[in-house]
């Protein structure tokens, strides 16, 4: 199929995809569509899927589209990673995946789950500094420092690069590592991979990722966003002091109204414990990608509602009895 086309098609998807997704969300805003988010997420992975595609076709300034993520962390928090992530979506996609072949996932244990969600912090340090720490200490001579830090962000040793990996869809409109048929695929991480360590070890740990990431995502939900480095660069944000009302979008939960049926436990793609253990208040735990999963499938009316500030945007509802509301 020529390249044109796909591009027009990814275009018209964006457009209906947002349109869809826009409907969609004021659906569960207005009607309150309890388990329909799982389905909503879907549309709206797609339709940012295909957004970044266009993003990327157009010479915006990548830092720019990073920038704009972390803004958007301080009310959002990590809803990005939650509905956004083409990575996210990818393993989202591997988890029905699983399930079309009625394997069962596997849960980490609690204790080293949280020990990988501590890591990712490890990992964002030396993503980020050692590219820039072997730039800084063996810089071309008589370089200036406008030049330098150009360089640093642009050049081969671009440490920022990293945290828009988990951006880039599959499809990429630059010619990517694999080319078939004059579509260009990528992965993220790959062409860093290549980047800093050459072409033969760089195709060799690239494949060995790809392997890893897709069976370790079929086997355990969302595998890489537990140490992913960008979900831990979000979740920094929201760590500030200044920032403790920050983000302004979270989950909250009504101790009186909970029956610890654990419900909310064995869904957490990512095995956050908090919404279960925490007694009651504001959910506080940078685990969390703000998916929704668990207030979807409470069995119990507002015991969970994720807000916005002080205002209530969804709610957890009794689907198993008719509702009290109405
Ligand atoms: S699913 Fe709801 S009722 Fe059950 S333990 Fe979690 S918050 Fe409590
Ligand atoms: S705690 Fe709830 S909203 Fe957060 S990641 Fe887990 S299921 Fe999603």
């Avoid at 957004?51 to 962390?73: G, K």
Wanted: net charge positive; glycine share 6%.
């Amino acid at each position: 199929m020529d390249w044109a086309i796909i591009g027009d098609l990814l275009r018209v998807a964006v457009l209906a995809g947002l349109v869809a997704a826009g409907l969609l969300t004021v659906m569960i805003w207005k009607k309150n569509l309890a388990t329909k988010v799982t389905y909503i997420r879907l549309v709206v992975q797609a339709a940012a899927f295909a957004t970044f595609f266009l993003i990327f076709s157009f010479s915006i300034p990548l830092l720019y589209v990073l920038a704009a993520i972390f803004a958007m962390t301080i009310v959002l928090g990590r809803l990005y990673c939650g509905w956004f992530c083409p990575f996210g979506l990818l393993m989202d996609l591997t988890i029905m995946a699983r399930k079309v072949f009625k394997i069962r996932y596997r849960n980490l244990p609690d204790k080293f789950n949280e020990v990988l969600h501590q890591s990712r912090y490890l990992l964002l340090l030396l993503f980020l500094f050692l590219p820039a720490a072997l730039w800084l200490i063996q810089p071309p001579p008589n370089i200036a420092f406008a030049t330098l830090m150009a360089q640093l962000l642009a050049g081969p040793f671009r440490p920022y690069s990293i945290l828009l990996d988990p951006m880039i869809p599959m499809l990429v409109p630059w010619k990517g590592p694999l080319v078939i048929n004059q579509i260009n695929f990528s992965y993220p991480y790959v062409q860093e991979f290549i980047t800093y360590t050459g072409q033969n070890i760089g195709q060799a740990l690239a494949i060995a990722f790809v392997a890893v990431t897709l069976a370790g995502s079929f086997l355990v939900r969302r595998v890489w966003c537990r140490f992913c480095p960008t979900g831990a660069s979000l979740a920094v944000m929201n760590r500030f002091k200044g920032f403790k009302w920050s983000p302004m979008l979270h989950i909250e939960k009504d101790e009186q109204k909970c029956t610890k049926c654990g419900v909310c436990k064995r869904v957490c793609q990512v095995q956050v414990t908090e919404v279960y253990e925490q007694k009651g208040g504001r959910i506080d735990t940078s685990m969390c990608m703000l998916c929704l999963r668990c207030a979807e499938m409470c069995p119990y009316e507002d015991a969970l509602q994720l807000k916005l500030g002080s205002k209530t945007v969804f709610r957890s509802r009794n689907w198993l009895e008719p509702s009290t509301r109405e």
